[in-house]
T-cell receptor, first 121, second 116 residues
């Protein structure tokens, strides 16, 4: 089974602190994603990466950066945390499609970690 | 561009009743469609997905969804609700290729409450 592990389930930080959220997947997936989840807004994409050292902005990248130095690890960085970044952060990964279970069909199914709930005071 | 609208942020049903969660999408290319479920304090788990072929898709825990292209809909149903179905459900859409492959756009979520 695919396992996506987020390093911290709960974090409390102060305004202005630098915050690192780590995510590791063990299925050799090419694609990795960071989403933010807020009540009534669903999941919004912050950044994604489709290869090592590659990254693309999602829908709400402001105030965030990412790092992907190794294929299995994708880090989300808040350079200077603010109270409006209090949220649930979800990491996900997916294969590029060559090994999807439906033969010959690429699905882009995402596999999620359990989430990191960040509170910024 | 693609988008997803889930009609109803909260749905409440009695145990044993029909569950219907509505999802409409917008996509400029043939979509892949997904339903995910999130139990409290957990990540998202895939319920079912539509890619190509049969438009009625069956998933885990007795859920199913029907892709209706003419209505741009992908509603989720279950004939008989169980208490364990109480969770938040997310509909999502993605395109099938390009550098944005696998990038899902999610709806706002629907919280399902099941009453005894």
């Amino acid at each position: 089974d695919v396992k996506v592990t987020q390093s911290s389930r709960y974090l409390v930080k102060r305004t202005g602190e630098k915050v690192f959220l780590e995510c590791v997947q063990d299925m050799d997936h090419e694609n990795m994603f960071w989403y933010r989840q807020d009540p009534g807004l669903g999941l919004r994409l912050i950044y994604f990466s489709y290869d090592v050292k590659m990254k693309e902005k999602g829908d709400i990248p402001e105030g965030y950066s990412v790092s992907r130095e190794k294929k299995e690890r994708f880090s989300l960085i808040l350079e200077s945390a603010s109270t409006n970044q209090t949220s649930m952060y979800l990491c996900a990964s997916s294969s590029r499609g060559h090994r999807d279970t439906l033969a010959g069909v690429r699905t882009g199914e995402l596999f999620f970690g359990e989430g990191s709930r960040l509170t910024v005071l | 561009a693609q988008s997803v609208t889930q009609l109803g942020s909260h749905v409440s049903v009695s145990e044993g009743a029909l569950v219907l969660l509505r999802c409409n999408y917008s996509s400029s290319v043939p979509p892949y469609l997904f339903w995910y479920v999130q139990y409290p304090n957990q990540g998202l788990q895939l319920l079912l997905k539509y890619t190509t072929g049969a438009t009625l898709v069956k998933g885990i825990n007795g859920f199913e969804a029907e892709f209706k292209k003419s209505e741009t809909s992908f509603h989720l149903t279950k004939p008989s609700a169980h208490m364990s179905d109480a969770a938040e459900y997310f509909c999502a859409v993605s395109n099938a290729g390009g550098t944005s492959y696998g990038k899902l756009t999610f709806g706002q979520g629907t919280i399902l409450t099941v009453h005894p």
